[in-house]
Each structure stands twice: as C-alpha cells, then as structure tokens.
T-cell receptor
C-alpha cells in the first residue's frame, strides 16, 4: 500500500528565506507526482506536476524535484513571502488494474512566513 | 471561466438524515473524484468516476453513494450509514491520467 509522508509537519521562517519541503513515498511505481497549496478553509490549488520520467519542474519561485528510485520529492521555495503561508500537500498518482488511477496524499506541511 | 463548483459551501445535517453534495464542472474533463479531508489527515478518496454512468469505490466508500448521469455532474450523497460524516469534502477532476488534478472549493459538512 502506497504511503506518503511529508516532513516537517509545520515550518516557520522569516520572510526572504529559501526553504525546502520534503515528500517521501513508499512505492516507486508512480505515474506522476503533484504538489498543491491549500489555504485555510479552501480547496487545493495545483502548483506543479512532475511526470515519472521527469526530474524536476519549475514555476516562478517554485522548483519541484523527483527521485523515483529513492521515493522522494522536494519543493523548493525561493525568497519566501508572507503570501506563501499555507499548507503544502504532495500527492502521488498510481495506476490501478482496470485502467483507473488515484492520488495518494501526504498530510501536508503547514508553512508560516513571518515579516 | 472554466472550473469546478461545489455547493453548498456549508451544510448542516441532523443525525439520521441523508444529504447530497453537489459538484459541477465545465472543464470537459472525463474523470471526477470525491475526497474527504479531516484535521491532521491527508485527503482520502471516497469514490471516483472515469466516464459517464461508471464509478468505482475509493478507500472509504462505506456510508456514501454517487451517480454520474452527466459528464458535468458528480453528486455525492452522505447517508445515515456514515457514522462520522463531519468533514471537509472536496471534488476534483482530471482531463486524463497524465494531467493535473483540479479541485473545487469544497463543502464543509457538520452533523448536529
């Protein structure tokens, strides 16, 4: 059974700091991996999608890497801002017998960027 | 604008009542999903549907039911058989398995 772990569970940093969020998964046979942001009481916003054949994806100040063999992904946030404060979730997509697919989520890292 | 709408935003239910949560999308995506989110836990998959008139159970389907009569709509019914229904419910869609999953704004259900 696929398990996804995110460390740390919570993180507080001063504005301007570069930071790394970690995601690990137990089954390396993933189809892709997706990073999300969730603000309190809101739905999830997709940040980056990395296919299993890719090593990294970048969008603005965000960079996500994927190492399938070691079962790890990192989300790098450059020059953090107070507006980056949110919970960050990673999810891995597995293919199911019968053609379906599903995402398995980690429990998230709650980030607070302080002035 | 294309997107996913969920209604209502907040829902209160008395014990023993069935309630239905709405999820509508105009993204023309084939696959739709329902997740449940509890504090301190990751999202858990309730049901998913890859095409109209077809759906499969996820990891925690007991006490829930769905239908997929139209591509645009995937309503979730929380039945009285669901013993602990208070949670945040999220609907999502995907264009294809290689594409990103897109989420709606969620419905918060509280049992009184």
């Amino acid at each position: 059974k696929q398990e996804v772990t995110q460390i740390p569970a919570a993180l507080s940093v001063p504005e301007g700091e570069n930071l790394v969020l970690n995601c690990s998964f137990t089954d390396s046979a993933i189809y892709n991996l997706q990073w999300f942001r969730q603000d309190p009481g809101k739905g999830l916003t997709s940040l980056l999608l990395i296919q299993s054949s890719q090593r990294e994806q970048t969008s603005g100040r965000l960079n996500a890497s994927l190492d399938k063999s070691s079962g790890r992904s990192t989300l790098y946030i450059a020059a953090s801002q107070p507006g980056d404060s949110a919970t960050y979730l990673c999810a891995v997509r597995l293919l199911l017998t019968g053609g379906g697919n599903k995402l398995t989520f980690g429990t998230g890292t709650q980030l607070k960027v302080e002035l | 604008d294309g997107g996913i709408t969920q209604s209502p935003k907040y829902l209160f239910r008395k014990e023993g009542q069935n309630v239905t949560l709405s999820c509508e999308q105009n993204l023309n995506h084939d696959a739709m999903y329902w997740y449940r989110q509890d504090p301190g836990q990751g999202l858990r998959l309730i049901y998913y549907s890859q095409i109209v008139n077809d759906f499969q159970k996820g990891d925690i389907a007991e006490g829930y039911s769905v239908s997929r009569e139209k591509k645009e709509s995937f309503p979730l019914t929380v039945t009285s058989a669901q013993k602990n229904p208070t949670a945040f419910y999220l609907c999502a869609t995907t264009a294809g398995r290689g594409n990103e999953q897109v989420f709606g704004p969620g419905t918060r259900l509280t049992v009184l």
